[in-house]
Antibody
Framework: QVQLVESGGGLVKPGESLRLSCVAS????????MGWIRQAPGKGLEWVSY????????KYADSVKGRFTISRDYAKNSLYLQMNNLRAEDTALFYC???????????WGQGALVTVS | DIVMTQSPDSLAVSLGERATINCRSS????????????LAWYQQKPGQPPKLLLY???TRESGVPDRFSGSGSGTEFTLSISTLQAEDVAVYYC?????????FGQGTKVEIK
């Protein structure tokens, strides 16, 4: 059974950093493109970043470019999102998701809440 | 970036009736070499992560009821729920994966009339 579990969320002040983790079970995370998608309270979905299976192809939304870094640990079957210089507008539930084909997300975690205040 | 615009923002439909959600992309998302539209649809119920419904604009994900269908091409797309059930109350999102930066529509809330 495919499962994704995010961790690392919390309350931080503007300008501080946070690192989100996502652990996969039921499949080899390293064989897939993986992504982060966030959802501000009461708002819609916003794609944040994705990383290819080889880590050679990485993209970011303009809103986080230069502040966030996506990475993966092949040995730990894990995905990460390093978030620096956090702003109030980064407050959101951050989802880790598996991408299939050319970019649709078929499996999602329950999310990690990041509050910047 | 490709901007995805959904309409309406919300709609109320009677049980058993058809619900129709539109999604427009600011650029063409039909790839001519394979004739595929790079569009997915998701359903999100309160307190839950999104669930994939359709990809390639009209291919149903495994386990998704056949009352959900997708149509359209190029820049105009539609998600239809043929006979609305109580469990279909949710917010629905479209997403393009044509460009290297993926984007979602703003969402459409479906309620029971």
């Amino acid at each position: 059974q495919v499962q994704l579990v995010e961790s690392g969320g919390g309350l931080v002040k503007p300008g501080e950093s946070l690192r989100l983790s996502c652990v996969a079970s039921g499949f080899n995370l390293n064989d897939y493109y993986m992504g982060w998608i966030r959802q501000a309270p009461g708002k819609g979905l916003e794609w944040v970043s994705y990383i290819s299976d080889t880590s050679h192809n990485i993209k970011y939304a303009d809103s986080v470019k230069g502040r966030f870094t996506i990475s993966r640990d092949y040995a730990k079957n894990s995905l990460y999102l390093q978030m620096n210089n956090l702003r109030a507008e980064d407050t959101a539930l951050f989802y880790c998701a598996r991408a299939l084909g050319n970019g649709w997300f078929d499996s999602w975690g329950q999310g990690a809440l990041v509050t910047v205040s | 970036d490709i901007v995805m615009t959904q309409s309406p923002d919300s709609l109320a439909v009677s049980l058993g009736e058809r619900a129709t959600i539109n999604c427009r992309s600011s650029q063409n998302i039909l790839y001519s070499s394979n004739n595929k539209n790079y569009l997915a649809w998701y359903q999100q119920k309160p307190g839950q992560p999104p669930k994939l419904l359709l990809y390639w604009a009209s291919t149903r994900e495994s386990g998704v009821p056949d009352r959900f269908s997708g149509s359209g091409s190029g820049t105009e797309f539609t998600l239809s729920i043929s006979t609305l059930q109580a469990e279909d109350v949710a917010v629905y999102y479209c997403q393009q994966y044509y460009s290297t930066e993926w984007t979602f529509g703003q969402g459409t809330k479906v309620e029971i009339k």
